[in-house]
């Protein structure tokens, strides 16, 4: 029984459509308050069931103040295994489809997707008889560029004949319900992958992962970090750090366990937050909520670093050290393979725009040069 309901819970949403999530949170959400206490946003608009069964409907739009992170599904009891996240995703899809959200809002981020998608940014390099390729996604090779080419060089290295790939995998668009921006954009990448041979793709960020994961057919993916041997070596510095688990990660304990593997090899003793693993807490960016409701994004990142208690925060995103480093001090997991030294004493600069877009262009001059005769476009 227990297992049907899992697999029930990773069900919905995929190719359920509106009608039948919002019957099911309806019917089903038996309102324990489990998820209200943890949120905001559902403090403000009630549980999911009553949301679904009132202005779920009539109101979709108002779940672009849902941060989509997840946490409700992974306290909600399993005897009821509600996916609340899954309907607020779908609700935003039926606003966009019916014309009726303003995207505006949200300019400076699709401006962020695009540029990563064109031919200024995005670019791939692919040595010949390449099968498994790198795939860094947006904030990192903008916020870590130093970092990006240390690695990509340890990589060369260690991987035969391995490729790089600098494109984004469009979750903002995925995010925002612009389901046919995602669909004309996504499946052509991961086919513009296939057809010149690449089977295996390596992600640094765990939102895309999530993405290659749910929709990327034909590739198998997983992240670096559950591939030490592939890794630089670590050097041992005792210090005492926590965790932050990405939303994106929440439903993979290889990768939280991976994350926690590199920590460990680096010496450091990992004191866990709170709320860690499935039930992780979101740093504020998900379902890009700060550009329509700041409060609640900074409820998020608030909270995260109140758990922190003074530790320094690790994690192996880096969209998520751009909201939690004005807050505490945080590294990227990487930054503790590569710089560990510089890491442990906050020395690590993290880019931000504009500075990112030129540092992702230089980045790419520079893949072309180590990579010369390689590069192509893939779609
Ligand atoms: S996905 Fe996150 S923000 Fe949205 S309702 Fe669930 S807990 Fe709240
Ligand atoms: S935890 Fe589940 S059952 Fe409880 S209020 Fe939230 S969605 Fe409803």
Redesign the pocket.
């Known amino acids: 029984m227990g297992g049907r309901r899992t697999d029930e819970k990773n069900e919905q949403g995929r190719g359920s459509g509106l009608e039948e999530l919002l019957a099911l949170h309806g019917q089903r959400c038996v309102h324990c308050g489990l998820?209200v206490r943890?949120?905001?946003?559902?403090q403000e608009y009630g549980t999911?069931g009553a949301i679904a069964a009132g202005r779920g409907r009539q109101e979709p739009e108002l779940a672009f103040a849902?941060?989509?992170?997840?946490?409700?599904?992974a306290v909600c009891p399993p005897r009821v295994g509600l996916r609340?996240?899954r309907m607020?995703l779908a609700m935003r899809r039926q606003a966009v489809a019916r014309g009726r959200a303003d995207l505006s809002p949200y300019r400076a981020l699709l401006f962020y997707e695009k540029m990563g998608t064109g031919r200024w940014l995005a670019g791939a390099f692919l040595p010949r008889g390449c099968d498994t390729v790198f795939f860094p996604g947006c904030a990192l090779p903008g916020s870590r560029p130093e970092m990006l080419r240390a690695l990509v060089l340890h990589l060369r290295r260690s991987v035969a004949r391995i490729g790089i790939v600098l494109d984004c995998c469009t979750k903002p668009s995925h995010d925002l319900g612009r389901q046919d921006h995602f669909e004309s954009m996504f499946p052509a990448l991961c086919r513009g992958l296939r057809e010149r041979g690449v089977r295996n793709v390596l992600v640094a960020c765990p939102s895309c992962h999530r993405v290659f994961k749910e929709y990327g057919r034909g590739l198998r993916v997983s992240t670096l970090y559950e591939h030490p041997d592939i890794l630089p070596q670590a050097t041992p510095f005792a210090a005492e750090v926590t965790v932050h688990d990405p939303c994106g990660a929440r439903e993979e304990p290889e990768i939280q366990a991976a994350v926690r593997r590199i920590a460990a090899a680096v010496s450091l003793t990992v004191r866990e937050m709170e709320h860690h693993g499935a039930r992780t807490v979101?740093c504020g960016e998900?379902?890009a909520?700060a550009c329509v409701r700041p409060g609640?994004a900074r409820q998020w990142s608030r909270r995260r670093s109140e758990e922190a208690g003074g530790r320094r925060v690790v994690t192996c995103c880096a969209g998520c050290l751009g909201f939690l480093g004005p807050l505490v001090e945080s590294s990227h997991i990487l930054d503790l393979l590569l710089t560990p030294r510089q890491a442990l004493a906050g020395r690590v600069r993290h880019h931000r725009p504009p500075r990112t877009y030129l540092n992702r262009l230089l980045l790419k001059r520079w893949l072309g040069r180590i990579f010369a005769g390689s590069s192509c476009r893939l779609r």
């Open positions: 998820c943890e949120c905001a946003f559902l999911p849902c941060s989509l992170c997840g946490l409700c599904g609340p996240d607020f979101c998900g379902g909520v609640f």
